[in-house]
T-cell receptor
Framework: NAGVTQTPKFQVLKTGQSMTLQCAQD?????MYWYRQDPGMGLRLIYYSASEGTTDKGEVPNGYNVSRLNKREFSLRLESAAPSQTSVYFC?????????FGPGTRLTVL | GESVGLHLPTLSVQEGDNSIINCAYSNSASDYFIWYKQESGKGPQFIID?????DKRQGQRVTVLLNKTVKHLSLQIAATQPGDSAVYFCAEKTVSGGSNYKLTFGKGTLLTVNP
């Protein structure tokens, strides 16, 4: 039981490039989340998916899109990366009220 | 808006001492609270949780206390070990607009355990 997995672990992009961050969970959870974590800011919700087939905006959705591919997988896409999107990105899934996090993707946009 | 905050941004303790990390919350409607531990370069790890109908909950070497009167949450770590060094942050769950679940996170306290 791997829990929540994320790929890649690290990524460096140039401004304007696009990429997709992958997330998968093997706990059969319905709800999944994408957060970004910046120094002094805490975790901020980007997008979430309450169940397979649904997605909703969180606190900071601008510049991102998501896809809930199936119950296991929830991807985050940056269409045109900007330096302001340099951050650590965490995916989480939820069982009842508790969220469980993946190991994160550290993204740098130059 | 509602937010979760921490009283102390850093805490340094000696190995073997007990540690207490505090958290204040402002939303009286919050009914569930979680403590996470985040080691450097890793994702947040669930430690312990508590519901608003409880005042205290114990785990292995950890205890969470909830004081709803003053909207205060604390995490106590007994016999702190070097492996406990990490950032600890609390989160509160609120429900708005029916079943619209929301989890709000504090910024964290860095715990350093000195050998």
């Amino acid at each position: 039981n791997a829990g929540v997995t994320q790929t890649p672990k690290f990524q460096v992009l140039k401004t304007g490039q696009s990429m997709t961050l992958q997330c998968a969970q093997d706990m059969n959870h319905n709800s999944m989340y994408w957060y970004r974590q910046d120094p002094g800011m805490g975790l901020r919700l980007i997008y979430y998916s309450a169940s397979e087939g649904t997605t909703d905006k969180g606190e900071v959705p601008n510049g991102y899109n998501v896809s809930r591919l199936n119950k296991r997988e929830f991807s985050l896409r940056l269409e045109s990366a900007a330096p302001s999107q340099t951050s650590v990105y965490f995916c989480a899934s939820r069982r009842e009220d508790t969220q469980y996090f993946g190991p994160g993707t550290r993204l740098t946009v130059l | 808006g509602e937010s979760v905050g921490l009283h102390l941004p850093t805490l340094s303790v000696q190995e073997g001492d007990n540690s207490i990390i505090n958290c204040a919350y402002s939303n009286s409607a919050s009914d569930y609270f979680i403590w996470y531990k985040q080691e450097s370069g890793k994702g947040p790890q669930f430690i312990i949780d508590i519901r608003s109908n409880m005042d205290k909950r114990q785990g292995q070497r950890v205890t969470v206390l909830l004081n709803k009167t003053v909207k205060h949450l604390s995490l106590q770590i007994a016999a702190t070990q070097p492996g406990d060094s990490a950032v600890y942050f609390c989160a509160e769950k609120t429900v708005s607009g029916g079943s619209n679940y929301k989890l709000t996170f504090g910024k964290g306290t860095l715990l350093t355990v000195n050998p």
